[in-house]
């Protein structure tokens, strides 16, 4: 009888893997993910390289990685690490431009938008006193943009601009889209292509971006899970496969 061999990761596993890294080495922080892949990519790293990594039912309650409760995070605690930069999130956004800035507010004159989305909601709190990273998973020019409309999360450039008080907490670790991972690390602080997701090339990302994105002489690939980071995705964590409704590649 033949054995079957090892079951291949799929794109949306890569994206999980690609998130979860997003909280690695951060220490005892909270996670806030937003959305069905981060949530996935944030209970896989609390399971293996991350297990001091707290995690909320997004009210008052610290949950394990299977939900239960496991202590009380009072209001006046949670905003104690939401403004000292104790708290990760990863957001989305409806646009993002080269320097990171993020709007999830409307499309167009924001005087009178074509399209009137969120709002601006916690987008400059959250930028400005703790990290956060961005999940995308629709890469598109429409999403990727040279300047976003309305600025709502704060980049780079803009934090600059602002000055100490803008810059003490913000950072930016990571943007993951379903084409692959995105950082700042150049010298204007710039969008750069950080690792492709299996199957898609140089040439697709830049064609999906917007903009000119700095590329690597060599761009690494996303790590691939190892089988028992596979079996906590697909057995433990997201059995019902609400990564696949996010990403369909």
Known sequence: MNTPGPVAATRADHCVIACAEAWRGDGEVLASPMGAVPSVGAR????????????TDGEATIVGP????????????HLTLVT????????????IDRFGNQNISCIGDWEQPARQLLGVRGAPVN???????YWIPRHSPRVFV????????????????????????????????????FDFATPDRSMRLASLHQGVTVEMVQEAT?????????????????????????EVIDPAGTRNREVRA
Not at 127 to 133: A, D
Request: net charge neutral; aromatic share 6%.
């Open 44 to 55: 896989l790293a609390r399971l293996t390289f991350a297990p001091e990594l707290l995690l």
């Open 84 to 95: 000292g930069g104790r708290r990760h999130v990863m957001m989305g956004a409806s646009q």
């Open 127 to 133: 930028t400005l006193n703790n990290p956060v990273s």
């Open 210 to 234: 917007g903009f000119p994105l700095t590329v690597p002489a060599d761009v690494p690939y996303t790590r691939d899970p190892t089988p028992a980071e596979l079996a906590l995705i697909r």
């Open 146 to 181: 040279e300047r976003v409309d309305m600025v709502c999360g704060v980049g780079y450039d803009r934090a600059e601009a602002a000055g100490p008080s803008a810059t003490r907490f913000h950072r930016i670790p990571r943007v993951v889209s379903d084409l692959g991972v």
């Open 66 to 77: 299977d939900g239960e409760a496991e202590g009380w995070l009072p209001y006046r605690k």
